[in-house]
């Protein structure tokens, strides 16, 4: 009779000792290597500005059949990122310019959380614009425009080619942000 007891107190034992919740494990995300920051200026003397950009990103000429004089593409390979930067110049037409640009950076209040608006003044340069940050699942999570006011209007969207989700996407938006504001400082008009 003890062997009995030992038998059932062992399978009682080993019955309710191994339970155990099951907690699931949250969705995980690929690690992103990034690049050490280091730029170079570009100054192509075919456009009517300058600025800094990233090595590891290259300056092409916008081909887009839709494209404009001046207008150039910045891409970033490695993150699938590029910033479409679009050229006009200032002839009696500002203020349609200025509204164009936020509206198109408000296009995105349908999947933004928050739109965050930074005023952009460097008056040694003649430069001064605002920053549209863009939080959530936008398709373009960082926009902005530069001007003199009087003969130069260049306008910039950060792109990343893939769907957008904000928690997958966020390494890769803050490690391009500071490139953005970065070619945003250092931006010269040349005439």
């Not at 296009?107 to 739109?115: G, L, M, S, V």
């Not at 902005?144 to 130069?152: A, I, P, Q, V």
């Amino acid at each position: 009779m003890p062997k009995i007891s030992y038998f059932f107190a062992l399978i009682l034992v080993l019955t309710f000792s191994c339970h155990q919740d099951y907690v699931p494990k949250p969705h995980g995300y690929f690690r992103i290597d990034f690049q050490k920051k280091t730029y170079h200026s570009f100054d192509s003397t075919a456009l009517p500005y300058k600025f800094d950009i990233p090595d590891y990103g290259k300056a092409l000429p916008d081909h887009d059949r839709l494209a404009e004089p001046y207008w150039i593409n910045l891409k970033v390979p490695a993150h699938k990122a590029e910033v479409h930067i679009s050229y006009k110049k200032v002839e009696k037409n500002l203020a349609k310019l200025l509204e164009d640009s936020r509206t198109l950076a408000y296009k995105h209040t349908i999947k933004a959380d928050a739109i965050n608006e930074r005023i952009f003044i460097n008056p040694e340069k003649k430069v001064y614009g605002t920053i549209y940050m863009i939080d959530g699942n936008a398709a373009s999570p960082l926009q902005f425009y530069l001007t003199d006011s009087t003969k130069n209007f260049l306008r910039g969207a950060l792109y990343i080619r893939e769907v957008p989700n904000i928690d997958s996407l966020r390494p890769v938006i803050d490690f391009l942000t500071p490139d953005v504001i970065r070619l945003i400082e250092t931006t010269e008009w040349k005439h």
